[in-house]
């Protein structure tokens, strides 16, 4: 873990006007750092929560912990980092919501405006009447009326303000929840539409500027919206400060950035969600739904993304807690905190503050596992083999030996792609590999062109080479198995989501020989 200095926090003056803002120089702000103690907080209950995600083999990649404003606790599971953004998935949809908050504010728009008044060129040729009466506090309550999520539809389209229009609306708007994305999408093309600006140029002079949030980045639709619903990247520290802002009623360094009122709406009890497969006394997904947020037990509240990107703000106890993860069983999460975390603010514990302390120094995610040598590897070293026809229209792999690295070399129609795999270690870089396979929902971020690696290997016999593939701006890794005989090489996929899901790699096994 990278540690990150004491000190006060370093506050921009934040102007009311939207063009004061744009004017003003965006610059690092990091909150106060204190320790649990200091804050009321038992270090014991923080270190038993990480002992516990751990022994769930929960996969979280970042935790921080906030109490009254200051980071009390903070790690990162290497390869993962205090530097690199993360993807939110969902959890982009409560900053959606925040910019609708704040157009709402500016008079841009009332949240019981009708939605197709903002289209008028998009509409189909009849429109029903549930289409007409939506409104967009039915798209923030995930209350439009049809009977399933629009996502997968609007993806088959060039043109998804068009084509979420022409679906059937087959109940009557805020008469059912229904998680909908496509809703989360539509609520960003309301902004653009009005600003000009896609959400992420509206947030950032009066959201992410003020908060010194750096290097903020957004999926776009072919039109050039973003997506809305998912695919924002931001910091885990970003995280913990957009949770504190909404604890602190929209208030930073004594400037209003949001209305107190918007986000009462925004984070109270809308309407009843659905999810999660326990009782609603013992399950986060039944306590309610705002707009873009999740009510959850214990009068909280939270943002969250799939595969556990959490935003957790607890009014009573004046907390805050930003999490990464990849995992499959996302309410096991929440209970720890619920069971660990939470019990830390109220109840005095032994003082673990050392232990915690080493523990969060020390985090990393397991590595590789088998040898870091075979008689194979220098026989095939630097050596190429090159592909059968193949639908990946892959050409060839090479991985070449020296010391504890492997530099494997992918080559496809889009050229060469190298990967520098560490043996026993990770080893971190920049890969121009596509990411569209590993992720949830498909987008492209504009002018994106590298990603983010770390990736470690071993040799699992002597003739079986496989690869852990991170890609640690993203929630996701693959799995790279080569298996040697002869002349030939077989390599296959396996991606995070298929592991956790326990479904099957869609991508065919490659045949490979030796040039």
């Keep these: 873990m990278q540690q990150l200095g004491l000190g006060a926090l370093q506050l921009g003056v934040v102007s009311a006007l939207p063009a004061a803002l744009r004017a003003e120089p965006l610059r690092s702000i990091q909150l106060p750092r204190s320790t649990p103690e200091a804050q009321g907080v038992a270090s ?4 038993r929560f990480v002992e516990a995600i751990e022994a769930g083999k929960l996969n ?5 912990v906030v109490r009254h404003g200051k980071v009390v606790a903070e790690g990162w599971w290497a390869p993962y980092a205090p530097t690199l953004r993360h993807t939110l998935y969902s959890l982009s949809k409560s900053f959606t919501s925040t910019a609708v908050g704040l157009a709402v504010g500016e008079g841009r728009l009332k ?9 008028p060129d998009d ?4 429109v029903s009447p549930n289409l007409a009466a939506m409104r967009v506090k039915d798209l923030l309550t995930m209350s439009t009326g049809h ?3 629009t996502t997968a539809r609007l993806r088959e389209s060039s043109t998804w303000v068009k084509s979420f229009l022409s679906l059937p609306v087959e109940k009557e708007p805020g008469s059912l929840f229904v998680y909908n994305s496509g809703a989360t999408y539509m609520l960003s093309a309301i902004v653009q539409k009005l600003t000009g600006q896609t959400v992420l140029q509206y947030l950032t002079p009066r959201l992410f500027r003020p908060l010194g949030i750096e290097g903020a980045d957004w999926e ?19 995280i913990a400060k957009f949770g504190q802002l909404y604890l602190q009623k929209g208030m930073w360094n004594g400037k209003r950035l949001i209305s107190e009122n918007w986000i009462a709406d925004a984070t109270r009890f809308e309407v009843q ?7 609603k006394a013992e399950n986060d997904w039944l306590q309610g739904y705002g707009y873009q947020f999740w009510r959850c037990r214990h009068n909280a509240y939270r943002g969250d993304g799939a595969y556990g990107q959490y935003c957790i703000v607890v009014p009573e106890q004046d907390l805050v807690i930003a999490m990464t993860s990849e995992t499959g069983n996302m309410q096991a999460i929440l209970d720890e905190v619920w069971t660990h975390i939470l019990p830390a603010a109220t109840t005095a514990g032994p003082d673990a503050r050392t232990e915690l302390k080493q523990k969060l120094a020390s985090l990393r995610l397991p590595v590789a596992e088998g040898s870091a040598e075979s008689p194979l590897a220098e026989k095939i070293s630097g050596k190429s083999f090159r592909f059968d026809t193949n639908e990946l229209q892959a050409e060839s792999i090479s991985l070449a030996f020296s010391g504890k690295t492997c530099q494997v070399t992918w080559k496809d129609k889009e050229g060469a792609h190298p990967v520098a795999v560490g043996l026993g270690s990770w080893k971190e ?15 492209k971020i504009p002018g994106e062109t590298t990603t983010r690696i770390a990736a470690s290997g071993a040799w699992k016999d002597a003739d079986t080479f496989e690869m852990t593939w991170r890609f640690n701006e993203t929630a996701h890794y693959e799995n790279v198995t080569c298996r040697f005989k002869g002349d030939t090489v077989e390599v296959s996929f396996l991606r995070s989501i298929s592991i956790l899901t326990n479904t099957k790699d869609t991508r065919p096994v490659l045949t490979g020989k030796l040039v």
């Design 429 to 443: 870089g920049t890969t121009n590999l596509s990411t569209e396979p590993l992720k949830l929902a498909s987008g």
């Design 111 to 119: 949240v019981t405006d009708k939605v197709i008044s903002f289209f």
């Design 60 to 64: 979280v990649h970042s935790l921080m």
């Design 44 to 47: 014991s209950g923080i270190l």
């Design 273 to 279: 969600s659905a999810g999660g497969s326990r009782p």
């Design 123 to 126: 509409l189909p040729a009849t």
């Design 147 to 149: 009977e399933k999520d």
């Design 220 to 238: 776009q639709d072919p039109s050039g919206i973003n997506t809305g619903g998912w695919g924002l990247r931001l910091k885990t520290e970003d």
